[in-house]
């Protein structure tokens, strides 16, 4: 891709994603609505999906950045639903709507079928879990959600490996399948066990240089994946297991590091993904092109099929995956919460496909082991658009009407900050403990206004979760905590002011006032993350 289209689409995609934050509609489905916008206007050059370009450099980052902010523990505690999900549900869904696409489409050899059946199999939950975070959803079900698009992509891409290795006449059986499919897995599964471990030892002993740890950080997701693809194993699930040990490991890390880290792929993540949804939507002139030999009635209509099929696929799977292993195991009925009927529905209308499924129907092979094409490649290509375009348009827009209709349990604010303020006190009560002990030492002999304001700091952090649960003042609507917030960044804001008028009066100079102003960024970046907790 030419420099100038590829910052177009950048820049393009990033204020869209932009003006997402200003309206109610979620920014995957505005994203994807301009590029489908954007493919009809003139002279918009063509944006076609590489998948050499999408697999290997833009999946890892995302994959790495969705994992480190997820949590192991959780996803450990939702391992059974996770992996029903992830594995069980995307092999179901390869067959059932590759064989629906063999019955409906007159021609279509049932390998090829198969093959469209993986494609469009894995679910991209980025839409859904930023729906069910914004709105307040349960951890549990946000977790199985976000558990489902880490590893999913691993189940698909190796399905379809070893279904395109069949329909192209490589002379695969189903033993040979079944066996790729079990070292690809077990293959990424170790690659990243092997690579967790001295990867996070090297982060941690570069813990003088936030610089050169956030280098290594950006380059881990990249190391993790080719080092598993080029053992034929699984890129996705090591870049995955190499993130989640990163993830749960990361209060070992300098403070410096944490912040900067967390700011570089927040970054990261918000231009990909809306670089991604942009470029599903500017595929529509390159997937409609090629179907010349198909009328626009006949193709609609297998994409009507082919959208029912999928929706349909994923609640006759999700239900008794719920409710199936309850019934079997009295040991699953102990550990796990009971659910009710919304939770299966919510999770069943959350199977939106995105830029994945694309990337995947992109590098099917156009041509055959021997003479002829791949059959109805085109069709394959214009049916996974339509796929993935019926989906997050039909039931990203209408998710949070579902949820909000269903009225799912939200979140129990009130005890999770609850659980907080006791965290902090506890962890309070050890710093004070940890500051006695301290003092005793003639070495740590500080003046009293000093001690007094260490001890005030411990304080303010032990009182400010407690502080949430007060009441609000009647004006303002704010709790004290937030009162207090706010003053501390108004008299930050004043003293910056006075530090650029000493600068500009030549009383300081740069190099001063940088260090001045880094100074207050730290204080005003704690000040905000505290409020916003």
């Known amino acids: 891709m030419a420099v100038m289209p590829l910052f177009l689409l950048v820049a393009g995609s990033a204020a869209v994603a932009g003006l997402a934050r200003r309206t109610p509609v979620p920014a995957p489905l505005l994203l994807v609505t301009a590029g489908l ?28 950045t969705a994992a480190l ?13 996770v992996a029903l999900l992830s594995v069980g549900y995307v092999l179901f869904a390869t067959f059932v709507v590759g064989y629906a696409a063999y019955l409906v489409i007159p021609g279509l050899p049932l390998t090829a079928a198969l093959v469209l059946g993986a494609v469009v199999a894995p679910p991209d939950a980025v839409a859904a879990t930023a729906i069910a975070r914004k709105l307040g959803l349960p951890h549990r079900i ?43 897995s077990v293959g990424g599964i170790g690659i990243g066990l092997v690579l967790m471990v001295p990867l996070h030892w090297l982060r ?21 994946y080719a080092a598993a693809e080029q053992l034929h194993a699984s890129g996705v699930l090591a870049v995955v297991v190499v993130a989640l040990y990163l993830g749960h490991r990361s209060w070992q890390v300098d403070f410096e590091t944490r912040l900067q880290e967390d700011a570089v792929w927040k970054m990261v993540s918000f231009i990909l993904e809306s670089a991604v949804f942009a470029l599903i939507g500017l595929q529509l002139p390159v997937v409609v092109r090629g179907l010349e030999e198909f009328g626009a009635a006949q193709a609609l209509w297998y994409a009507a099929v082919m959208f ?10 999700v239900f008794p995956a719920t409710y199936l292993p309850r019934v079997l195991s009295a040991r699953i009925r102990t550990r796990e919460p009971d659910t009710n009927w919304t939770a299966p529905v919510i999770v069943g209308w959350a199977g939106m496909r995105g830029v994945v499924s694309l990337a995947i129907a992109f590098s099917i092979p156009s041509a055959l082991h021997g003479d002829g094409s791949f059959p109805a490649r085109n069709l394959v290509l214009f049916l996974t ?72 700091v411990m304080e303010r952090r ?56 880094r100074r207050l960024d730290l204080e005003e970046a704690t000040a905000y993350r505290e409020s916003a907790a």
């Not at 916008?37 to 290997?56: C, K, M, N, Q, R």
């Not at 902010?69 to 639903?81: F, Q, T």
């Open 308 to 317: 029912v099929v999928v929706v349909l696929s994923r609640f006759v799977w």
């Open 69 to 81: 902010d997820s949590s192991y523990l959780g996803l450990r505690a939702n391992l059974r639903p």
């Open 142 to 184: 946000t977790t199985i959600l976000q558990g489902e698009s880490l590893f999913n992509d691993a189940t698909a891409i190796t399905a379809y490996k070893v279904l395109v290795a069949a329909a192209i006449g490589a002379g695969v059986t189903w033993g040979d399948g079944v066996k790729q499919f079990a070292v690809a």
């Open 37 to 64: 916008a954007a493919s009809y206007i003139p002279g918009v050059p063509d944006y076609t999906l590489d998948p050499h370009i999408v697999l290997p450099l833009v999946l890892p980052p995302l994959l790495h």
């Open 385 to 456: 658009f339509t796929t993935v375009i019926a989906t997050l348009v039909i039931q990203g827009l209408t998710l949070p009407v579902l949820i909000r209709a269903l009225k799912l349990p939200g979140r129990d604010t009130q005890a999770e900050t609850l659980a907080e303020a006791q965290a902090q006190n506890e962890a309070s009560r050890a710093a004070e403990e940890r500051l006695d002990e301290l003092l005793q030492d003639p070495r740590n002999a500080l003046p009293g206004p000093l001690v007094d304001r260490l001890r005030s």
């Open 462 to 517: 032990r009182n400010s979760v407690w502080e949430r649960l007060g009441a609000a003042n009647e004006i303002t609507g704010e709790s004290a905590d937030e009162t207090y917030r706010r003053l501390a960044r108004e008299m930050i804001d004043a003293e910056r002011r006075v530090f650029v008028q000493l600068r500009d009066a030549r009383r300081i100079d740069d190099e001063m006032l940088r260090t001045l102003l």
């Open 204 to 224: 941690v002993r570069l813990r003088e240089s936030a610089l050169l740890e956030n280098t290594l950080s950006l380059l881990i997701p990249f190391i993790a």
